[in-house]
């Protein structure tokens, strides 16, 4: 029969009860997180040069700041949550959604054109840093969501006693992903690394249990592929550049290990065509 819960949405002044949902039968949603990615729809605009006058925008306030007074982009509150729990409800309850869209190069959020709309064996699938946490699904019976964590375990080494650093892998491929989608410098993404890094500690890794299921995203193969696109954006940061500049040169020291394979090797539905692009 149909599915008849009690449902709580958050809001800005108090919290609503929704008692009767109209909905499918059953609810049908997957949840993913990435480690060290963030959700891409939604973002409240706290990035450089945002105009909270310009047509597009998001004109709300991040309300969380790091330890150095900068605004916590990679913090849950960064996030338009209220929007994401009403396009959620929508679907779910089988009406059409024009789902936000935000440009990392001008940092203005747009809607879909086009309408997204559920059908009743449709499955959601939610990805971001913050999928696993609980807030983001408070709302919906936890019976009939699946969660899955993906991370980057890096399980080989260059000899007998020097292995590959997990988080040097996945710096690499945030480097080639942030120039691709985000026009990033290496100097900035590496700049930002250490606030990423203590977002995965304080909002990925205490939600992991969470997970029904753990996938280990990382490929054998993987740093030859990307070595071919990164090492040029390391090797353009400055020796001015301070710690980005000390880090881009360790890197490159440990890239000399590593025989470059061109992308074009990728088939299209590799999912390392998430970082080097041309997918389907």
């Known amino acids: 029969g149909i599915v008849a819960a009690t449902k709580t949405y958050r809001t800005n002044e108090n919290t609503l009860k929704v008692e009767a949902v109209d909905g499918y039968k059953t609810y049908r949603v997957s949840i993913q997180s990435l480690s060290g990615d963030d959700w891409k729809s939604g973002y409240k605009d706290e990035q450089e040069g945002y105009d909270k006058n ?157 997970a029904d299921v753990m996938f280990n995203s990382a490929l054998d193969y993987e740093i030859g592929v990307l070595s071919t696109y990164v090492i040029p954006l390391l090797s353009a940061v400055g020796k001015d550049e301070g710690k980005a500049y000390t880090i881009s040169r360790r890197l490159l020291s440990f890239l000399e290990n590593v025989y470059p394979i061109p992308g074009t090797y990728m088939p299209s539905d590799s999912l390392l065509r998430e970082f080097i692009g041309k997918s389907d």
């Open 54 to 210: 310009a047509t597009g925008n998001t004109n709300l306030s991040n309300n969380s700041n790091d330890k150095d007074g900068k605004p916590d982009l990679e913090a849950l509150e960064a996030l338009n949550v209220d929007l994401i729990d009403s396009n959620m409800e929508s679907l779910l309850e089988g009406r059409p959604v024009n789902l936000p869209q935000y440009d990392f190069n001008t940092h203005i959020t747009t809607f879909s054109a086009v309408p997204v709309q559920m059908g009743e064996k449709t499955i959601m699938v939610v990805e971001g840093i913050h999928a696993l946490n609980k807030r983001i699904t408070e709302g919906i019976d936890q019976r009939f969501i699946y969660k899955v964590y993906i991370s980057a375990l890096t399980h080989i080494n260059l000899d007998d006693s020097n292995r590959i650093s997990t988080s040097d892998n996945r710096l690499l491929r945030r480097i080639v992903r942030d120039y691709r989608t985000r026009g990033m410098s290496a100097e900035r993404t590496l700049n930002m690394w250490d606030s990423v890094t203590r977002g995965e500690t304080e909002h990925i890794y205490p939600n992991q249990n969470n």
